[in-house]
């Protein structure tokens, strides 16, 4: 049972209100976190998915988005394909009929079901103010920073947060909850997070056997409570296919991915605010410490959860809900002796304030960030994706990773990508990696890159004008000097390459820039968007590039020396350095 210190019976009416308020300023956050505008890449194949499904009323048995990997069916794609699938039509039918007010609305269910167990379950445990604002304030800052809410992966944040919460009330009263079933059921159709329930389940019992090892009867209503949980998150059309999600941790096609990195690696590359999850896991183990009492069924569980959400940035989400209340009944138990009396409501006051300050604080910026950007944030190539719409342009396109979910959204099945976030094929996402890196590996007399192009067929090429660093794309400056490569389109987010082949030569004619005309309009393009954004360093690194592959030296030693002068650490002054040596040694010896 939880230690709790029960208030006095009737405190004053004023600070029931500033009680009242603090509470009331979470939820506002809550709010304005539910309608930040729509940004994260990979919503769109979900929302997309969920459109195919209704259309034809019935759940996706083979991919129909993308070209590259075949249309193969593998036990992972088909967990992709369908593990979503109750979200996927949920988001999809709110957007059909209100749009994007539609998917701000699922959003703000979302929200409310992540605060309502956290709000339950502090008034439940009769959490000390003073503790409860160091954690929702300190917490809900990590959470709402670090994810967007049109994620799938979101609904497991409630679910973990509904889960520990019926775990909670077991610890409280020992009674077992039969909605658990229920729970578990729903989940695993609207997200494998699901296998994570499970495996919190499994350990609750196996620290309820540590816990109860002297009441045979709890022992077994506890195993058969949890095993049943378990036994219905495997109702639904993916069933135990959830459990090569794990093995999906640690494949190549995730390296590079910041969110399945570790908060170490996170921190290392400036997302500071991990250190807020630290602290958390370091309060909890410290108050198990100094209270000296362990309840099993809770500590393995944490464990478990602290680790999980250590090891993956991704995970910080699962942490968060679900365990600051059971941070703050453990903080609670072990420091009430060192906190200020109860009655102390002046004390207590004007830490609610301040976190309800706090709070409004943040809400203010994300209701900011909705006026100024509206319900999408705009990211996305709209413009090439209106081309694209009305050229009549034909067969294959290759695309950048980072785009693909939208593209597909707009423009398939007529148009189908290369690559998206869902990565169906590690095969097919490696070899993405060797043709947008350019490879120059020989295969078969030929650069790798240009073979594969080939093997897929690629007809037309749809890229970002810079990389994410900053650097022009070495694909483009590769086919720039092929024949059989014609630029036809280019803006300030995206150009385009096409093949000339027969089904596109009237497009071509129609829209054929000159390739020294193109590469003006880009050099020219990197110069404006440096005057507009002059302490920018990303446009600087194109600018440079691009006058070195222009052969313009002056320009790029300036450009050069103003990355120096505003970034000295920046990797890409290596890369930079180097070829402008290599060009300055070329021009000396003719």
Known sequence: MHTTLSPLPHPPRWYRLVILMFWVSFAALLCSYA???????DFWWHLKAGQTMIEQKGLLQQDPFAFAHGGDTTARTTFILKGYWLWQITAAGLYNLLGFNGVSLFNLMVAALLGLPVYYRFQRQKIDP?????????GFLLLTHSFQL???QTISFVFIALLLALLTRFEQNERLDWKLPLLMMLWANFHGGFLVGDIVLVLFAGGAVIQYRRQIAT???????TMTGVAASLLSPTGWLAFISFKHYNSSLLQNVIEYQSTLQGFEAGGYSVTILWVLIALYFAGVLLSRRVYWPEFLVAIFL???SFMHMRNIGLFVPAMLPVIGSVMQRAFSNWLPPRHSYVLRSLALLTGAGFLVWITTGFVERRIDQGAVRQVYPEQVISFLENSELQGHMFNDYEYGGYLLWRLAPRIKVFIDGRGLGEDVFADYRKIKSASQTRIDGRPEFDSLLSKYQVDFVVQQVYQGDGSIQPLMTELLQRDEWVPIYQDNLVYVLCRQTDKNAATIERYRIEKNEFKLRMSLLFNYLIRQSPGEVGYKIAHAGMSLYLGNLEQAREQIEQIRLLSPDEPALV???RDYNMLLGRLNRN
């Open 130 to 138: 003073l503790i409860a604002v160091l954690l929702i304030c300190g």
């Open 35 to 41: 309608f930040l505008p729509l940004f994260d890449p």
């Open 306 to 308: 602290s680790w999980f």
């Open 150 to 152: 049109e994620r799938p």
């Open 575 to 577: 890369r930079l350095k």
């Open 219 to 225: 022992v077994k209503h506890v195993l058969l409570w």
